[in-house]
């Protein structure tokens, strides 16, 4: 794998022998309750062998229903969050990285999403 700035110790026939590995449900420091960096997760992901990750930060919730930001970004955050997500994409252009979002359900939130 080409990370910028990681070294793998992958070898492409480890990889190949596996099939494609994805992690679908990554949360950095944004979410809340995650650590860590996007750059971080991504150097994580090729030398574990993974050909495709899933950033999936929550999504803004209301204070009323997030009071202490435990579950979601701010505004500033979420922008923070995505130009992260598309330097990645840049720096490591053979891992797939797909920006996603994690939409959670809390009561009195419905008219929220």
Known sequence: MNGASCASSTTES???RRGHWA???LHTRYSGHGTGTV???CCAAEQAGLETIAFTEHL???FEVDP???FSMTLEQETLYRDEVFRARESHPDLVIVY???A???PGAASYL
């Open 14 to 16: 480890a990889v190949a």
């Open 23 to 25: 992690d679908c449900h």
């Open 39 to 41: 750059e971080e997760m």
């Open 60 to 62: 803004r919730l209301p």
């Open 68 to 70: 202490h930001g435990d």
């Open 100 to 102: 996603g979002c994690e």
């Open 104 to 106: 959670d359900w809390r």
